[in-house]
């Protein structure tokens, strides 16, 4: 017996954020509510990546 609350057709991953976003706007969650990653269990290959992402303008 299928799930009840299964799809027939797969959704896109803009489609879930589109969905997750407005989930969230319904229940008043922003962006500050969530919390960060504390990061302190980065290897120092991850470090370096996220470092250069930052260098260059990015925000990760």
Known sequence: ????????EPITLEELGRKIARRRA????????MPRNSGTRRTASK?????AIKDAGGNW
Do not use: F, R
């Open 1 to 8: 017996m299928a799930s009840k609350t299964s799809t027939p």
């Open 26 to 33: 319904e229940l008043g969650i922003t962006d500050a509510d």
């Open 47 to 51: 470090k370096a990546l996220l470092k």
